[in-house]
């Protein structure tokens, strides 16, 4: 069964700042991996998603992620963090599309 | 594209009381997810169906919740009787098949979420 850990419940960054937040996986089978943001009283939109291919993965909004099967990590990055990105990110394993787990989230706050 | 509809946004009951929630997916989905996501909480999935047919519902608790779709498109999650800790935020998502080979990449379009308070 496919579980995933994201270390740090909380993440405070100044506005342009790094912004990098931690995401292991474990899975049986070669995962496909998601980074979701939901905004205050939102649902989730899908931020970037690795599923095959190249390892580094660009999404939406200036984020990008790598997966490193080495270390079952999917940490998701922004080089300059904005007051928008404030938000709670959730990763999430799929193991070939039949199930969809999450993380418990990781708020971002970012300070001006 | 219309988005996913779900609705209520907010619902607030007393305990023992039933409640339901609707949610109309993306045209052209046909598979469509009720999603649990209690307060600090990631989402948990409680019932997956492709089309009309319940694929997964291993974590859905029958003795109270309940959930229909009947026509492979809506659907409508039901609580009977709710109780305290059923609070909680219900997340509808929908998704499609992927590209080349049919697979599903798993990418799912979430709803906006019914919120609910039991008193």
């Known amino acids: 069964a496919q579980s995933v850990t994201q270390l740090g419940s909380h993440v405070s960054v100044s506005e342009g700042a790094l912004v990098l937040l931690r995401c292991n996986y474990s899975?049986?089978?070669?995962?496909?991996l998601f980074w979701y943001v939901q905004y205050p009283n939102q649902g989730l939109q899908l931020l970037l998603k690795?599923?095959?291919?190249?390892?580094l993965v660009k999404g939406i909004n200036g984020f990008e992620a790598e997966f490193k099967k080495s270390e079952t990590s999917f940490h998701l990055t922004k080089p300059s963090a904005h007051m928008s990105d404030a938000a709670e990110y959730f990763c999430?394993?799929?193991?070939?599309?039949?199930?969809?787990?999450f993380g418990a989230g990781t708020i971002l706050r970012v300070k001006s | 594209e219309a988005g996913v509809v779900q609705s209520p946004r907010y619902k607030i009951i007393e305990k023992k009381q039933p409640v339901a929630f609707w949610c109309n997916p993306i045209?052209?989905?046909?598979?469509l997810y009720w999603y649990l996501q209690n307060l600090g909480q990631g989402p948990e999935l409680l019932i997956r169906?492709?089309?009309?047919?319940?694929?997964?519902d291993s974590q859905l608790p029958k003795d109270r919740f309940s959930a229909e779709r009947l026509k492979g498109v809506d659907s409508t999650l039901k609580i009977q009787p709710a109780e305290l800790g059923d609070s909680a935020v219900y997340l509808c998502?929908?998704?499609?098949?992927?590209?080349?080979?049919?697979?599903?990449?798993?990418?799912?379009?979430f709803g906006e979420g019914s919120r609910l308070t039991v008193l």
């Open positions: 999430a394993v799929s193991d070939y599309g039949n199930k969809l787990v």
């Open positions: 690795y599923t095959t291919g190249a390892t």
């Open positions: 899975s049986s089978v070669p995962p496909y």
């Open positions: 998502a929908s998704s499609s098949p992927g590209l080349a080979g049919g697979n599903d990449t798993g990418e799912l379009f």
């Open positions: 045209s052209g989905h046909n598979t």
């Open positions: 169906y492709e089309n009309e047919e319940a694929v997964d």
